[in-house]
């Protein structure tokens, strides 16, 4: 398995580069990136690890603080 969400990694480095790294106009992107980590931890356990992913704790953490369940898109 290749660093599952990258692609969403990445397409937050884009994002906050072309917005002056003002976090808030890329509220989306960080959405999707913890929605696909939520996935990956789901599918492959939370003893997995992605470098793209922050440790379950605190994806959990981060989804709570922004009012996201794994379902969302």
């Known amino acids: 398995m290749s ?36 996935k990956f931890y789901n599918d492959n356990g ?6 793209c992913c922050p440790l379950p704790s605190l994806l959990e953490l981060k989804m709570k603080q922004r009012k996201l369940t794994p379902g969302d898109s």
């Open 46 to 51: 939370k003893d997995s690890r992605s470098p």
């Open 3 to 38: 660093n599952p969400c990258q692609k969403e990694a990445c397409a937050i480095q884009d994002c906050l580069l072309s917005h002056q790294y003002d976090d808030a106009k890329c509220a989306k992107v960080i959405d999707q990136l913890y929605i696909c980590c939520s």
